[in-house]
């Protein structure tokens, strides 16, 4: 398949996946919320520190407001990772392979943004935010449902399913990430209700409470993290993403799982096995925030090398033939 | 009220409804059925029909606007209806214009036979900006030019047709006609089928085969791609939606590459051949080696494999001078030249400005006329004289003055109107039309074409760069 093709199915669905999560995280603050003292500045910054973005925020607003925060994250298209930011960049991004994905998928993902950027939408987002990020995530399911049930599982959508998992891996360790900086001091000192509940936002932030619930039944921060990093069925857990990832990239390259003939494979093959021979102690060990960090690079490495391998070849560079 | 009780033809020839008010052969059913649906009912599926096409996100892209600014091609329920009689007209004339025009072009970019023997002034050839010296010497693969061709034909008040311009460099539009029908489909059911409406539908099998037929002798399988600009061009739906329906890869520019030879596709496991483009960028863009250095939606080399045989290409580089809007004016005598015969199909009579006669009486009859610069498209760089402010005029003279090779002028025709929904109502608005013809193995020309309106009442531009719309055609 072309390369253009691939590279923009990749983000395609990458963005669809970034929207999704930013969602999920105003909806899981939304809830958090209404269990807590009303102090809503101190509530709403975190949320603006788990993108990475507080600064480009803090340019144009000072005050975490929830009302801003929420503009900022939805509706800024200044802001690049913003929810219509990224709904318009999937949907330039399916638009350029329209023909290549099926007509479900991209009638699906227009209307999902010509809908967004309706007065209406403006309107619910402020009034009725809880059901409005609610709407974004089950179109984002939808999409997700839409790609697996009317496109064939071919090239083209084994590079959209490695997308969306680094996307979400990328998602989960940085939301973990964040939060742990913020709740370890106060939940080792005390386990007064408040922790419990905001442990529990964390896991809903993955959609991961139940789930957890059923695994590790009482919450404890070790607890979470390692549900959250190491988890084998969890499908937001960073392994389990990483290793739906692989899968993928060897459907496509053919080459046997277990071997790896190009950098992608091999980048992606040396996380995997780390990841299914460290456990949590080793990570406390080195530090919760150092080996997130160090995760998160690595993803992004693959992120790069997927974009040297596949979408960018040079017909006379050796280099290139090599990675073919 | 949607009624065709109230509807009045007035003194143009309308394409449904006779001088007394009687529905013309062909389009009774139709009528009748828009005379029985309840009040309100024909304005509703008209909604229902926009919102399905902005759904489907068939959207064109406006130039001069913001980047990015979409909006569906306005769509008019109320279909055209061509009659068995008129279309054998315009098909057996469209076949014989097309057929001259493809000997046409190889003769002047080879033996100039024509120019040696004075039936086209030689200098009008080598001055238009549309002539490819680079094309001199060539015989494009299986010996043709144009492959694709929309031609404009417009229908006077005395209800003749003309040919008003010949397309034959990307002319667009044919997606409209496809989706326009399925819409229809939809809409008027029982009508459609028992008027017994030609289909449209095999275009892109047709397609296929004409690029097909072009790949070198041996290649069993050819590797066929639409180029296109990309996105944000304003037909970037018409090729996606093309190569969708010929299951053949789109392709940019920068999804190209020659190399050893023959030009290449990056792919995820590297490079793979092409052996046929259905191009839809302009010759000036295709290769910034050969043409304008500075496109970057181009191929580097391009024109080089194409000369070589390596490569096919639809439609040839080097088309554009037989659409030149000054070398119109002679495709009559083109025909004659070729064939023996007369055209099937007559030019809207025209003035050549850059002959002295003709150039004073266009500079003294300015009001009546529409002058038209030889090289532009979609309706920019003309003058509809009687429309136009004095300023307007004045300003336009100097310019045919500065430049009278460029120009060429026509009388205003009074286009000849179809009932439109508008506001509720129904009235009469123009139209012309676009068939659409395949130059392959044989000539196809679809049955149907794109009926272009000019929504605003009144107005005779009809292009969709300019506010108008379109209908869909029947040819019964």
Redesign the interface.
């Known amino acids: ?4 093709v ?1 590279n923009s199915i990749y983000w395609m669905s990458r963005y669809i996946e970034r929207a999704e999560n930013v969602a999920r995280f105003i909806s899981v603050n939304l809830n958090l919320l209404l269990d807590m003292p009303t102090e809503e500045g101190k509530h709403w910054k975190p949320l603006v520190m788990t993108t990475g973005d507080h600064e480009f925020f803090e340019k144009q607003d000072p005050e975490y407001s929830q009302d801003a925060v929420i503009r900022f994250l939805t509706f800024d298209r200044d802001y690049p990772n913003s929810i219509i930011r990224c709904l318009l960049a999937a949907r ?1 991004n399916a ?2 392979i ?2 290549i994905i099926s ?1 479900e998928m ?2 699906h993902l ?2 999902f943004y ?1 809908e967004l950027t309706s007065e209406q939408s403006v309107r619910m987002a402020f009034k009725d935010p809880h059901r409005f990020f609610k709407i974004i995530q089950m179109r984002s399911h939808l999409f997700t449902g839409l790609m697996d049930c009317t496109m064939s599982h071919g ?1 083209a959508w084994n ?1 959209a399913r490695i997308g969306m998992m680094m996307e979400r891996a990328d998602k989960t360790s940085r939301i973990l990430d964040v939060k742990y900086f913020m709740l370890l001091p106060q939940a080792s000192l005390v386990n007064a209700p408040i922790d419990h509940i905001q442990w529990m936002a964390v896991l809903k932030s993955a959609s991961a409470f139940e789930m957890f619930r059923k695994q590790h039944h009482n919450i404890t921060p070790h607890k979470v993290a390692d549900f959250l990093i190491f988890d084998n069925q969890f499908p937001r857990s960073i392994k389990h993403c990483i290793n739906k990832a692989n899968i993928c990239l060897h459907r ?1 390259t053919g080459t046997p799982r277990g071997a790896a003939m190009n950098p992608v494979e091999k980048r992606l093959g040396r996380i995997l096995a780390d990841l299914e021979f460290t456990d949590i102690q080793d990570v406390i060990d080195t530090g919760m925030h150092e080996y997130l960090d160090n995760l998160q690079n690595r993803i992004n490495g693959v992120g790069a090398a997927i974009g040297t391998s ?2 960018n ?1 040079m ?2 560079s050796t280099s290139a ?1 090599q990675e ?1 | 009220m949607e009624t065709f009780k109230t509807y009045d033809p007035e003194a143009y020839y309308d394409e449904l409804i006779n001088v007394d008010g009687t529905p013309r052969p062909g389009a009774k059913l139709l009528i009748d059925k828009i005379e029985s649906l309840p009040e309100g009912d024909l304005t509703l599926r008209q909604k229902e029909a926009e919102a399905l096409l902005l759904k489907m996100g068939i959207t064109f892209n406006v130039y001069g606007r913001e980047e990015g600014t979409e909006k569906i091609f306005p769509f008019d329920l109320i279909p055209r209806i061509v009659s068995k009689q008129d279309w054998q007209q315009i098909e057996s004339g469209l076949k014989q214009r097309i057929y001259a025009l493809n000997l046409f072009l190889q003769d002047i970019y080879n033996d100039k036979k024509i120019l040696k023997d004075k039936v086209v002034p030689e200098d009008l050839i080598l001055s238009s900006k549309t002539y490819r010296r680079e094309c001199e010497g060539f015989t494009p693969p299986r010996g043709i030019w144009c492959h694709v061709t929309g031609t404009d034909l417009v229908r006077d008040s005395d209800g003749g047709f003309f040919v008003l311009e010949d397309n034959l460099r990307c002319p667009s539009g044919v997606s409209y006609v496809l989706e326009n029908r399925q819409v229809l489909k939809r809409t008027f059911p029982q009508v459609f089928q028992a008027s017994r409406v030609r289909p449209v539908d095999e275009y892109p099998g047709k397609l296929l085969e004409m690029l097909e037929y072009l790949a070198a002798d041996g290649i069993e399988s050819p590797t066929i791609g639409v180029l296109t600009p990309g996105i944000y061009n304003s037909a970037y739906f018409e090729h996606s939606f093309l190569s969708q329906q010929m299951g053949v890869e789109l392709v940019e520019g920068r999804d190209l590459v020659v190399s050893d030879g023959f030009v290449h596709m990056l792919t995820t496991k590297g490079l793979q051949r092409v052996d046929v483009l259905y191009r839809r960028i302009d010759d000036d863009f295709i290769d910034p080696s050969v043409f304008r250095p500075d496109s970057l939606l181009g191929v580097k080399g391009l024109i080089d494999v194409y000369k070589s045989g390596r490569i096919a290409m639809a439609n040839a580089p080097g088309t554009g001078i037989a659409d030149d809007k000054v070398i119109y004016a002679y495709v009559p005598e083109i025909i004659k030249y070729y064939t023996g015969e007369e055209a099937i199909l007559p030019n809207v009579p025209t003035y050549i400005c850059g002959i002295e006669s003709d150039r004073q009486y266009v500079l003294a009859h300015l009001d009546e006329l529409v002058v038209k610069a030889a090289n532009e498209s979609g309706g920019y760089g003309m003058l509809i004289g009687p429309h136009a402010s004095k300023e307007e005029r004045a300003e336009f003279a100097k310019k045919i003055e500065a430049e009278p090779r460029n120009y060429m002028a026509q009388p205003t025709i009074s286009l000849s109107r179809v009932p439109t929904i508008i506001d509720g109502k129904i009235e009469g608005r123009h139209v012309d039309l676009r068939p659409y013809i395949l130059y392959g193995e044989d000539i196809y020309v679809q049955p149907g074409g794109l009926t272009r309106v000019a929504l605003t009442k009144g107005s005779l531009v009809v292009n969709s760069s300019q506010g108008g719309g379109s209908k869909d055609t029947w040819v019964v």
């Open positions: 398949m072309l390369s253009r691939a330039e638009r350029s329209r023909e007509s991209w009638e227009n209307n010509l090239e590079f496509i596949f979408f070849i017909p006379d033939k073919q």
